[in-house]
């Protein structure tokens, strides 16, 4: 069974920083396009960005696009998330997850949550 | 404002039935398959349904989904108090190039 594991959420103030892991397990990594999503206090689920499985296709919601970054290192079965300029409203959990077609997301893992205040 | 559409809440009695709408466009439903998601309280969300109709191994056959033009639908047969939960649908748009949700739908038992 595959697990996802996400750290390094926190408390940042407004036009801070913050990088998010996602460590997988049991499953083959490297063969899985993955994906970042989010969940604002007591809204549904946003999709925040996904790559391909080299890293090298990349996409981003129109709310992070420029402020966001994803990354791989499949070598250490490792998901990040740099994300920069943070605003108030980019307060969340944030989910990692697999992604295959048609939204398809078996893999979860159990959140961070990000709270951007001043 | 989520892409798709869902209907905030549906209720049932125990053993009843439920059907919960998920109303897109032809950039997104109607060329893409739908999954759906079950996330009980203060979890992370769990795949219930993909490609349309497909049952994930641990999902049971009281779950069932379809999908006609650009709406889809999840139905939850013999409702049982565990199953209360928020459901979410989602789909790849082909305009935005990502996945997209619904807003969610509160089931209650």
């Known amino acids: 069974q595959g697990r996802l594991v996400e750290s390094g959420g926190g408390l940042v103030k407004p036009g801070g920083s913050l990088r998010l892991s996602c460590a997988a397990s049991g499953f083959p990594f490297r063969d899985y396009f993955m994906s970042w999503i989010r969940q604002a206090p007591g809204k549904g689920l946003e999709w925040v960005s996904h790559?391909?499985?080299?890293?090298?296709?990349?996409k981003y919601a129109a709310s992070v696009k420029g402020r966001f970054i994803i990354s791989r290192d499949n070598a250490r079965n490792s998901l990040f998330l740099q994300m920069n300029s943070l605003r108030v409203e980019d307060t969340a959990v944030y989910y990692c997850a697999t992604l295959r077609t048609g939204g398809r997301a078996d893999v979860w893992g159990q959140g961070t949550t990000v709270i951007v205040s001043s | 404002q989520s892409v798709l559409t869902q209907p905030p809440s549906v209720s049932a009695a125990p053993g009843q039935k439920v059907i919960i709408s998920c109303s897109g466009s032809t950039s997104n439903i109607g060329n893409n398959y739908v999954s759906w998601y079950q996330q009980l309280p203060r979890t992370a969300p769990k795949l219930l349904i993909f490609?349309?109709?497909q049952r994930p191994s641990g999902t049971p056959d009281r779950f069932s989904g379809s999908k006609s033009g650009t709406s889809a639908t999840l139905a939850i047969t013999g409702l049982q108090t565990g199953d209360e939960a928020d459901y979410y649908c989602?789909?790849?748009?082909?305009?935005?190039?990502?996945?997209?949700f619904g807003g969610g739908t509160k089931v209650t038992v």
């Open positions: 989602a789909t790849w748009d082909d305009s935005l190039g990502g996945v997209v």
């Open positions: 490609d349309i109709n």
């Open positions: 790559l391909a499985t080299s890293g090298s296709l990349t």
